[in-house]
């Protein structure tokens, strides 16, 4: 006898398929609210993770900057936005003979043009190998080798392979490495010694749309931002106030990095308090919309709950098949969800960094495995939750009472 009876699952997926219509919108309604949540979890923490990474990645206490940069450099620095600006030498120099500085160094931004000459639109950055005290941990990081006259390394987010060569303006140079993933914008950048640099430049300045140099000028006499480590004790404050008294007449910024990183870090955080709201919002109203449609559901169902009854179904059981058909649907609706999300981000994830144009970095596979995980469950619990009120409600009517006792 055992043998014929009807399992609780089976009995489930039927109810399901009778009432496909009914069912689907349960789907639905709980991809979508999975898919959202799922999707804005991971970018909140892919934007988490991209201000962690340049903090780690910076270097550097400050910078010195051209005024007219405006956010150029910012741009270039978080979104990977090519940009060209110029400092004079003779202004850097001089700064370099304040006191407080332990150790600088100076690097070139020139941006390449969208057209022919150029293998993409990326963000040149020179730097010179001998001071240099940022650049140098990244190759090292990165396993990537330290380009010589005529060779670059370049960021993740380009398309080629360390022994190619890239197209540059007029010049093809030998790529001789790659960086690992780092969520600024360097990701989409070509970094070359600085003699390379001024080559570049002198070749950039051969086409219309260039940024001029300076009156009295030449690739030999610019940089574009001085890079400075100040000595323990200095004052910051301090520093800043006498550069920006000092060179005001030329036109010189000073970019604090604990400053930058506070910005960065206040706008995101900003962001990611917006997405909690939202995704929480998101998800009480998916419980608060389930809850109507069970409720609605039940009371349709009376009469076959009454003839299970009838026959020997107890409210166990019927609580059972219930629960059974809710997890059934929320289960496939989440891993809809978050299958879509995964379709969607991850192959994507260069063009919506590009999109942000800020810091974005996505955790590591074990990091982006356990979020996953949690959405999903996030998700699938949705509707065993919403259901609790009317499975509640089951076996408790008089209709079914009064069913059984005509039967």
């Known amino acids: 006898m055992s043998g014929n009876r009807i399992s609780t699952a089976k009995i489930a997926v039927n109810n399901i398929l009778h009432r496909r219509f009914r069912s689907a919108c349960i789907a639905l309604l709980i991809t979508i609210t999975t898919s959202l949540i799922t999707g804005g979890t991971l970018l909140g923490f892919s934007l988490q993770n991209g201000v962690g990474s340049i903090h780690a990645r910076l270097g550097a206490d400050a910078m010195i900057v051209p005024q007219s940069a405006g956010d150029s450099f910012e741009g270039a620095l978080l979104g990977g936005v090519p940009s060209t600006f110029y400092l004079t030498a003779g202004t850097a120099n001089r700064i370099l003979q304040m006191d407080g500085i332990e150790r600088a160094s100076p690097q070139l931004f020139i941006s390449t043009f969208d057209s022919a000459h150029c293998a993409a639109l990326v963000q040149i950055i020179g730097y010179e190998p001998e001071t240099d005290f940022v650049v140098k941990p990244w190759l090292k990081g990165s396993k990537a080798a330290e380009p010589e006259d005529g060779e670059v390394v370049v960021g993740s987010n380009l398309q080629v392979a ?139 169902r009376q009469r076959e709950f009454g003839i299970l009854r009838a026959i020997g179904a107890t409210r166990r059981k019927l609580i059972s098949i219930v629960l059974c058909e809710v997890s059934l649907l929320c289960g496939a609706g989440a891993l809809a969800g978050v299958s879509a999300v995964c379709l969607i981000v991850f192959p994507y994830s260069t063009l919506i960094e590009r999109v942000l144009q800020t810091a974005y970095l996505p955790p590591d596979s074990g990091a982006v495995a356990g979020l996953l995980i949690a959405c999903l469950a996030l998700g699938a619990a949705i509707g065993p939750l919403a259901s609790l009120f009317s499975m509640a409600r089951i076996g408790k009517n008089e209709a079914l009472a009064n069913l059984r006792e005509g039967l």
């Open 162 to 300: 360390v022994g190619d060569r890239i197209q540059l303006f007029a010049v093809e140079l030998d790529i001789v490495g790659a960086l690992d993933k780092t969520g600024m914008g360097f990701d989409n950048s070509a970094f070359v010694n600085m003699e390379t640099a001024k080559m570049l430049l002198n070749e950039y300045e051969r086409f219309a749309g260039a940024l001029p140099l300076p009156e009295g000028t030449d690739a030999d006499g610019v940089v574009s931002a001085l890079l400075l480590d100040f000595e323990s004790g200095a004052d910051i404050t301090a520093f800043q106030r006498r550069v920006n008294q000092g060179f005001r007449d030329e036109g010189v910024r000073f970019v604090s990095s604990q400053a930058l990183l506070q910005n960065t870090a206040k706008n995101l955080g900003l962001i990611g308090g917006i997405l909690t709201v939202l995704l929480t919002a998101i998800w009480i109203f998916a419980v608060f919309v389930l809850s109507i449609i069970f409720t609605l559901a039940l009371n349709e």
